[in-house]
């Protein structure tokens, strides 16, 4: 069936548009790098950012629209040079319905470290579910960099992985989840670096980052109220 636009294709190209500035408000990218996808919910579509285009000059209207084989449905600029490594997780991972990639600075010191955060704060377990992980070196403009994604979060209770001297990939239902991963990955590593400024951090014992992790996840923030019998 030939390729339409639809009213969900253009929502979602506003909604991963305007994301890009959330990195940018946050400090996680500086000039063209970094990017957000989304996957239109119910379909093998991904809208993503062109490659190389400045935040400051993004529309809509520029964002590229993606089957899962990274060919190029809409769109007059080539996606995102990490486009195969997002469509590589869209593929084998359904449930995900965003991807970001960032170089943030704090979380890429990891990476350069080869390094897994470790986790030594409540923050981490009600977010990742325990350390954010590391994931393989793989040169880009492969597959290998997607499939080390899946690789290292598939069973994994982290939304975020940091690639080893690379960067951060997130992922979430949606893309705005994929991009609050992303700035918690970010806000986390630069506190645990500070803590082992002063001295080696302590880690939360395994049964209390579960129970913080169900509790967040359950239990925290605005709850449906209960139906009426």
């Given at each position: ?18 994301l ?8 996680l ?11 239109v ?6 809208v993503?950012?062109?490659s ?21 449905l ?18 084998r ?11 943030s ?11 897994p955060?470790?986790?030594v ?8 579910g325990?350390e954010?992980?590391l ?6 403009g ?40 992303a700035?918690?990955a ?29 509790r ?14």
């Amino acid at each position: 069936m030939p390729y339409r636009s639809t009213a969900a294709v253009l929502e979602m190209k506003e909604r991963v548009c305007a994301l890009h500035a959330e990195l940018l408000r946050w400090g996680l990218v500086t000039w063209t790098s970094g990017n957000v996808s989304g996957r239109v919910p119910g379909t093998d579509l991904i809208v993503i950012k062109p490659s190389g285009v400045s935040y400051d000059d993004l529309t809509p209207e520029l964002m590229v629209v993606t089957d899962l084989e990274g060919k190029v449905l809409e769109g007059d600029l080539a996606p995102s040079s990490d486009a195969e490594s997002h469509n590589e997780v869209y593929q084998r991972m359904p449930e995900v319905g965003g991807v970001v990639h960032t170089h943030s600075p704090y979380a890429t010191a990891w990476a350069a470290r080869a390094e897994p955060i470790p986790c030594v704060l409540t923050a981490m377990a009600d977010e990742f579910g325990g350390e954010i992980p590391l994931g393989p070196f793989a040169l880009i403009g492969s597959d290998a960099i997607g499939k080390g994604i899946v690789e290292t979060l598939r069973g994994h209770r982290s939304p975020a992985v940091i690639m080893q001297n690379h960067g951060v990939f997130t992922i979430g239902k949606d893309p705005k989840a994929a991009v609050k991963a992303a700035v918690m990955a970010e806000d986390v590593a630069r506190t645990v670096h500070i803590s082992r400024q002063l001295g080696e951090p302590v880690p939360i014992p395994q049964a209390d980052i579960d129970r913080l992790y169900d509790r967040y996840q359950n239990v925290y923030g605005q709850q449906p109220a209960p139906k009426e019998q």
